[in-house]
């Protein structure tokens, strides 16, 4: 097991290195950089023409570039007519675009082997402070939901496939479509209105993860005030989220009912219970252990967007969706790398996992 762990961490590298390739060609590949986008600033934002680069921001000084006719001088950049050519090559080394790409993406996965992400360009934080900041809600919102999701989906789905077409089974089942069929934004919506002042009741609150005098509650009070602001959004997740792991759950253990170990399990005497958690249960959750990872992800960093800004959320979904509209790429491949490293460790994780509820699986003798 050792030196099957050792492989899949020198995996990590390549594989690492590879995505970061794809998405840094991507971006830059596509139009309106930052560039482009402080130079919409500037020309929407009656910016004093007299104002010059100084760092990473604006100060006035001296006839630095105006709006003026620089001739036929051509750009590469939309907007930028009639700026002077000495100002753009000035934003495009501030921005770092002064070097060529393949010399940019070095100096950055350089800076990246040292958690070096650099200062976002438009937020004047830099993107370790960002993300740090941000992490609290996402990693709020990601663990309560991937937990109620587990413990609602299992017991359920073995239910299910204990009473497999039963009364219970066939109402579940109805439960389990509507579920799966209507998006989490839907169901947070329908929260709102419902209970957090949309149009009926006002029980629950619409912004945030704790209230303002969070700090003067007793620990009691700190606890419950928590709760009550994550009511609506993890129940919005978890409506939306518990249907397709109940069926892989339910298909799962219907599959392992039908085996001939089960049936000589029984045979030999074995209780329900017995047959169904000391035999079943180890072989037919291995499935739903090797989707955690995906599904921690997926609630983390893409699936709660919509739910953060619906509830104004500070997370890292919605700083992630603002730092690519905004092109702020220091932020957008600082999360990406950081988020890509974890969901490459907990894949590696769910491997671990896979041994531990069933001993017979020996990774390092199937690599072999």
């Given amino acids: ?17 590879g995505i970061m390739v794809i998405n840094f060609a991507i971006i830059q590949a596509g139009p309106g950089g930052p560039v482009e986008q402080m130079i919409a600033k500037i020309r929407g934002a009656d910016v004093d023409p007299t104002a010059r680069i100084s760092g990473g921001g604006m100060e006035v000084g001296a006839d630095s570039f105006g709006f003026e006719d620089f001739g036929d001088v051509s750009s ?28 940019r993406f070095l100096i950055m996965m350089k ?31 990601g ?15 073995i239910r299910k496939a204990v009473h497999d077409g039963s009364h219970f089974d066939v109402w579940t089942s109805a439960v389990v479509i509507i579920g799966y069929a209507i998006p989490s934004f ?16 006002s029980i629950f609150p619409l912004q945030g993860i704790v209230s303002d005098d969070w700090h003067d509650l007793t620990l009691m009070g700190k606890i419950l005030d928590y709760f009550w602001h994550m009511a609506l959004p993890i129940a919005a997740l978890v409506i ?52 955690l990872p995906a599904a921690m992800i997926s609630i983390f960093f893409t699936g709660s967007l919509l739910i953060e800004v619906i509830f104004s959320l ?3 979904g919605l700083l992630g969706f603002e730092s690519a509209i905004n092109r702020d790429y220091p932020v957008v491949f600082g999360a990406l790398y950081i988020f890509t490293l974890l969901g ?11 041994t531990f509820i069933d001993p017979r699986i020996d990774f390092e003798r199937r690599a072999g």
């Avoid at 050792?2 to 990590?12: D, M, N, P, T, W």
């Avoid at 663990?143 to 789905?157: A, D, E, M």
């Fill in 111 to 141: 800076n990246y082997l040292t958690f070096d992400f650099g200062d976002s360009y438009f937020k004047d934080r830099t993107v370790l402070q960002l993300i740090i900041e941000k992490m609290p809600v996402s990693i709020s919102i």
């Fill in 240 to 291: 939306s989220g518990f249907a397709t792991l109940t069926l892989l759950t339910k298909n799962m253990f219907l599959e392992e009912i039908n085996k001939q170990y089960v049936v000589t399990a029984r045979a030999k005497g074995l209780t329900e219970h017995a047959v169904l958690f000391g035999h079943i249960f180890r072989n037919a959750m291995l499935l739903i252990v090797a989707g």
């Fill in 314 to 316: 500070d997370g890292l």
């Fill in 344 to 354: 490459l460790f907990l894949h590696i994780a769910s491997d671990i996992a896979y």
């Fill in 76 to 103: 590469k950049y939309r907007g930028a007519q009639g700026l002077d050519p000495e100002f753009i090559a000035e934003l495009e080394k501030m921005y770092g675009f002064d070097k060529p790409p393949l010399e």
């Fill in 143 to 157: 663990l309560w939901t991937t937990l109620f999701v587990y413990l609602i989906s299992i017991p359920l789905g």
């Fill in 1 to 17: 097991m050792i030196s099957y762990l050792i492989r899949r961490l020198l995996l990590v590298i390549p594989t690492l290195l």
């Fill in 186 to 201: 839907l169901f947070a919506i329908l929260l709102v209105i419902l209970f957090a002042g949309g149009s009926f009741w």
